[in-house]
């Protein structure tokens, strides 16, 4: 059995240290940091020269969205879609040349995880044509 889990590991995974955390660094997000938006969701981002920042990403949704258990369904759908997608800037983060540290908020409660996952593939794709080359 731990031969198939071996075999797995070229898939895409999101580990807890990928996650930003901190309020001191959401604080900067909100302050300094660009904004991207789609149909159902936006996303704050900050680059950092320095490739020692990482790529570190959060997910949030606000309290008009409705209740915890629609909030936390959004932010599921919103990690799955980024889990996905993360191939599409990966290249570019891992070349060591900046860090990125960014935020998805919902904007809508009604997301369907076809919806987010195409906006997220529209925000990543437009990060990834604001960096620097």
């Known amino acids: 059995?731990?031969?198939?889990?071996?075999?797995?590991?070229?898939?895409?995974?999101l580990p807890r240290s990928a996650i930003l955390r901190g309020n001191t660094h959401f604080d900067r997000l909100f302050k300094e940091g660009n904004r991207l938006s789609a149909p159902s969701m936006d996303f704050r981002y900050m680059v950092f020269p320095d490739s020692a920042a990482g790529c570190l990403v959060a997910f949030a949704a606000g309290r008009k969205l409705?209740?915890?258990?629609?909030?936390?369904?959004?932010?599921?759908h919103m990690r799955?879609?980024?889990?996905?997608?993360?191939?599409?800037?990966?290249?570019?983060?891992?070349?060591?040349?900046?860090?990125?540290?960014?935020?998805?908020i919902?904007?809508?409660?009604?997301?369907?995880?076809?919806?987010?996952?195409?906006?997220?593939r529209l925000l990543l794709t437009r990060l990834l044509a604001q960096l620097p080359a």
Request: charged share 30%; net charge positive; with cysteine.
């Open 106 to 120: 919902a904007r809508r409660a009604d997301l369907t995880a076809a919806q987010t996952q195409a906006d997220c």
């Open 1 to 13: 059995m731990s031969a198939d889990r071996n075999k797995r590991s070229e898939r895409l995974t």
């Open 66 to 76: 409705g209740g915890a258990v629609v909030r936390n369904r959004c932010k599921r």
């Open 80 to 104: 799955e879609a980024y889990r996905l997608n993360q191939g599409i800037v990966r290249g570019a983060f891992d070349s060591g040349l900046f860090g990125v540290h960014g935020v998805f």
